[in-house]
């Protein structure tokens, strides 16, 4: 009992210097003003989507006002097979709209790794930004991106997600998450350390994208496996632009099964790390959760375990409103902090649960069935 007393407290340090170091980075990053206009950067925003006919409306308004110019604009949304009216819908919208660009995955194809991979070779220009049909941004969205970038040239720009407001608990807890997930990426990325990014905002150098780097055995990852690509080149041409202005807002799930099929969804890619600040980052948390969740229930049978119990949950808590209390002032959302301690109870068990199931279960995810 004594190794794993100490051994848990030592998991939890490890822990608390990690998280603590990604607000570091968060507070490294210079808050990002646009100065110019890039007026003469062609650039194509390439989205995938399926089953999306009650989303497209809010994506196609957010993306046909923005103030970038229009002619430099070229938006490519590839059809992945939908089941609804969204083919028939992105046809309507091109025949109104000539930047549009609407394609359907081969028939020998399916998945948003593909339908991104025939958007991009169907592309015309050299910057690349991809987003999500669920989505909405301000007009200033592609602007920001696009300024940033041609100060800085990164070969690929993280940008910053948020889950979209609601008075519903269940959204606002995933909001909050959402948020520590955003923070820890943008934080990991400000100490040239970047393990994360989200395919619903992200801007990258076309000559980056290899589609063998996207290992197609796995239905997620589009995202995470190009920034691998683009890390083994060089860590420090990933960017995070830390700007209002550029971010994206997406759904919330509506259910729980939703939610879990989601994140189940986001775990099962992990196998195919080999990164070491990924390996390290995700064994740590784990490791912290699975532990929290083992004394936890201890306790409750050896109530003289309490006090350790609660020394190690006051070590996470402490290390985790270091990056949630900046995150949610840049998002605006420092209401939602009165769920923190709820979720805190709740997310070791959460995260135990998506681990094993990522690994081990199958997931369902726009009506397929997949592994």
């Not at 390439?46 to 070229?74: A, G, M, T």
């Not at 028939?107 to 049909?133: M, P, R, W």
Request: proline content about 4%; overall charge positive.
């Amino acid at each position: 009992m004594n190794f794993l007393i100490t051994f848990s407290l030592l998991v939890l340090i490890v822990y608390g210097i990690t998280i603590v170091s990604f607000a570091l980075g968060w507070f490294k990053l210079n808050y990002f003003c646009r100065t110019i206009q890039p007026e003469k950067e062609p650039v194509s925003i390439v989205i995938s989507c399926r089953n999306e006919e009650e989303n497209l409306p809010h994506l196609f308004q957010s993306l046909l006002n923005q103030d970038y110019p229009k002619e430099n604009i070229e938006i490519i949304v590839v059809d992945d097979h939908s089941e609804d009216n969204t083919y028939k819908i992105l046809n309507q919208y091109a025949k109104k709209n000539k930047r549009l660009k609407i394609l359907q995955n081969p028939t020998n194809q399916q998945g948003k790794k593909a339908a991104l991979a025939y958007g991009i070779q169907h592309s015309t220009s050299e910057i690349i930004v991809n987003t999500d049909a669920d989505c909405r941004m301000d007009k200033k969205w592609l602007s920001a991106l696009v300024a940033y970038y041609t100060i800085h040239k990164p070969k690929m720009l993280i940008a910053p997600v948020a889950i979209e407001y609601s008075s519903k608990i269940f959204a606002q807890l995933q909001a909050l998450e959402f948020t520590s997930l955003v923070l820890s990426g943008a934080g990991a990325a400000g100490i040239n350390k970047p393990i994360m990014c989200n395919g619903a905002n992200l801007l990258f150098e076309k000559s980056l994208f290899n589609k063998n780097a996207l290992y197609t055995d796995y239905a997620s990852g589009d995202d995470i496996f190009l920034l691998l690509q683009a890390k083994k080149e060089n860590s420090r041409d990933i960017h995070f632009i830390k700007s209002r202005d550029a971010i994206v807002y997406t759904n919330p799930n509506q259910t729980l099964s939703g939610f879990f099929n989601q994140r189940i969804r986001w775990t099962s890619k992990s196998k195919a790390y080999s990164d070491f600040d990924i390996i390290i980052t995700a064994l740590t948390v784990a490791a912290s959760n699975f532990l929290l969740a083992f004394w936890l229930i201890y306790s409750i049978f050896h109530p003289n375990q309490w006090d350790f119990f609660i020394l190690l949950f006051a070590i996470k808590s402490l290390a985790d409103l270091l990056i949630l209390i900046p995150g949610t002032r840049f998002f605006h959302q420092q209401t939602l902090l009165w769920l923190f301690l709820p979720l805190q109870i709740i997310y070791p068990f959460y995260i135990v649960a998506t681990t094993f199931f990522g690994w081990l279960a199958n997931f369902s995810w726009k009506g397929r069935k997949l592994r």
